[in-house]
């Protein structure tokens, strides 16, 4: 009798300690979420953008510490925002949507964890290059062209 009570303690703390990581991982993933917009365009690899960077007029005058991350970071994809390079794994990628269209610019929302801001310097257009992971997918929007 004392074996089968003992078993059924080490089951019932196996339980609570599971449902004890579970919410402390989930308190962990909501902390610092950030809600942003990108294009729907894409995934890019990150590795045509840093080809761009480097011999593109357009940033012309970045700044070779961010460069010089970006090429550290390996193999990841990007998405384009506003101001923005948001750069993530394959699998965060995976979770957003890619969409082109002819007469409109798609744009999606998601929610994440900003793990590193850098920028790309004194450009004339300048970019903030951000580095992303637990991406959730939130929503899109569809602006309409309209015609001249």
């Not at 004890?20 to 991982?25: A, E, K």
């Not at 890619?98 to 964890?113: H, L, P």
């Not at 903030?128 to 939130?138: H, Q």
């Amino acid at each position: 009798m004392n074996k089968s009570i003992i078993f059924i303690i080490i089951l019932l703390l196996a339980a609570l300690s599971l449902v004890f990581v579970y919410s402390v991982d989930n308190n962990l993933l909501s902390e610092n979420r950030t809600e942003l917009t990108v294009s729907t365009e894409g995934p890019i690899e990150l590795s045509k953008i840093i080809d761009d960077v480097k011999t593109g007029q357009y940033y012309k005058g970045h700044d070779n510490k961010t460069l010089a991350w970006m090429e550290s970071l390996g193999n990841k994809q990007a998405f384009m925002g506003n101001g923005m390079i948001v750069v993530m794994s394959d699998y965060d990628a995976g979770k957003l949507r890619s969409e082109y269209a002819c007469d409109a610019y798609i744009t999606q929302n998601f929610e994440c964890n900003i793990v590193e801001n850098h920028s790309l310097g004194n450009v004339k257009y300048p970019k903030d290059v951000l580095l992303v992971e637990n991406v959730k997918y939130v929503d899109e929007e569809i602006h309409f062209l309209q015609d001249s």
